[in-house]
């Protein structure tokens, strides 16, 4: 058994300035409890973690993961790691049949995980088995510094604003799809209602929340001008200052806060290459609205 040591203090640099922690010199394997501690209270105050060079076997993901609260299951289970329902592979590969292994090109487009339930998860964490030599990437947008950087009188519109999550409304309206719309899925995934800015539990930082497709309308809005609405600070959250590029090596865990973060995988050349990567989720809690 390797002997277990805890840093006094984690060696921290930003993704980039102002956003996220990249953590050094931490095996996850072997951390003892006191620096998983450590590694959560860097996320909760960063918004993202990235560690590189990390051998994780599915009971170690676990073993983190729980470090954060407890996992959350997946909407779609035909993928998940056998044995563990909280491990889900996120893949191009296929079996001796030809049958796939893990989702194609899950995560594309900027959105928050689980925006359309009514505890969405608080985090989603991705581990690198096997990256493509170039392309997929993971890109997080920093949707607190966005929030702050607007005009004032623009936040006072935005802080009331309520929005309407849909989970049938994403699936229906996607351009590919691995999910079939049954009577069970629709009772296990109602509609919501979420606020469009967000305030965050752990020091009270407020963040634009606001995601594509899931979203169906906002309320006192009509579709035309919600959508318009919705793409613009889209493209305002997306602009390359609040924008973290991640180009994946094997062995990286990259977790992300989906209470103040946008996120959305690239495309790869998937004839030339191969990606299996471990998504786990952590759950969450009813998103805190800006006071009235």
């Known amino acids: 058994m390797q002997q277990t040591q805890a840093p006094a203090e984690l060696a ?24 998983l501690a450590k590694v959560v209270a860097a996320f909760h ?9 990390q051998t994780m076997e599915p009971d170690d993901l676990m073993r983190f993961i729980h470090a954060f609260g407890e996992p959350e299951l997946h909407t779609q289970t035909k993928f998940c790691l056998p044995g563990y329902p909280h491990i889900f ?12 292994i893990g989702a194609h090109n899950d995560g594309l487009g900027w959105h928050t995980d689980y925006s359309y339930k009514e505890e969405p998860v608080m985090c989603t964490m991705l581990y690198a088995v096997t990256v493509p030599e170039e392309g997929g990437d993971t890109l997080l947008a920093d949707q607190v510094s966005a929030y702050n950087d607007l005009p004032e009188d623009e936040k006072a519109f935005l802080d009331p604003l309520k929005v309407h999550h849909s989970l049938v409304h994403f699936i229906e309206n996607r351009d590919f799809n691995s999910y079939e719309i049954t009577d069970e899925l629709r009772q296990e995934n109602p509609d919501v209602i979420h606020p469009l800015i967000r305030v965050h539990p752990a020091d009270g930082r407020k963040a634009l929340w606001v995601s594509t497709g899931t979203v169906k309308h906002i309320l006192g809005m009509d579709d035309y001008e919600a959508f ?3 793409d613009r600070l889209v493209d305002y959250i997306t602009q ?8 994946w090596q094997k062995g990286d865990l990259l977790m992300w806060d989906n209470r103040c973060t946008l996120h959305t995988g ?7 290459y ?5 998504r786990l989720w952590v ?3 009813k998103p805190i609205p800006v006071a009235e």
């Open 228 to 230: 318009k609405l919705v």
């Open 274 to 278: 191969q990606r299996m990567a471990h």
């Open 45 to 53: 105050a960063h918004g993202a973690i990235l560690l590189r060079n």
């Open 283 to 285: 759950k969450g809690d």
């Open 89 to 100: 592979k996120i893949s191009n590969m296929v079996d001796e049949n030809g049958e796939p």
């Open 240 to 247: 390359d200052k609040y924008v973290f590029a991640h180009k």
């Open 12 to 35: 921290i640099e930003p993704l980039k300035p102002g956003f996220g922690a990249q953590i050094f010199d931490v095996d996850l394997q072997s951390a003892d409890e006191e620096t």
């Open 266 to 272: 690239t495309r790869y050349d998937d004839k030339k």
